[in-house]
């Protein structure tokens, strides 16, 4: 099992910045393939990034950037010039070294963290 927390959202105005966190416990963080996704009221789970075991990253919109310490079994998600249409929920999800861009392969999922950006 792994345990997942995600924090540091909050309300900001548009063209602010966020950094999210998500601690992870339970296993082996090292081996992880980590990956944040959101989902907006009414949508669907939308994948944002993710981040191999090693470091590798998968291209984000230049507004974001995804990455990790595996010393403190954290994966991070630095998000600039915030957008009223980045409001959403996100979550981080953890799963067995291959990073995917689809929600459905991973295993382990966070509680949610509320990103608010005000126009």
């Known amino acids: 099992q792994v345990q997942l927390v995600e924090s540091g959202g909050g309300l900001v105005q548009a063209g602010g910045s966020l950094r999210l966190s998500c601690a992870a416990s339970g296993r082996t963080f090292s081996s992880a393939a980590m990956g944040w996704f959101r989902q907006a009221p009414g949508k669907q789970r939308e994948f944002v990034a993710a981040i191999r075991p090693s470091g590798g990253s998968t291209p984000v919109q230049g507004r974001f950037t995804i990455s990790r310490d595996n010393a403190k079994n954290t994966v991070y998600l630095q998000m600039n010039s915030l957008r009223p249409e980045d409001t959403a929920v996100y979550y981080c999800?953890?799963?067995?070294?291959?990073?995917?861009?689809?929600?459905?392969?991973?295993?382990?999922w966070g509680q949610g963290t509320q990103v608010t950006v005000s126009s």
């Open positions: 999800a953890a799963r067995d070294r291959y990073y995917s861009t689809s929600p459905d392969d991973y295993d382990f």
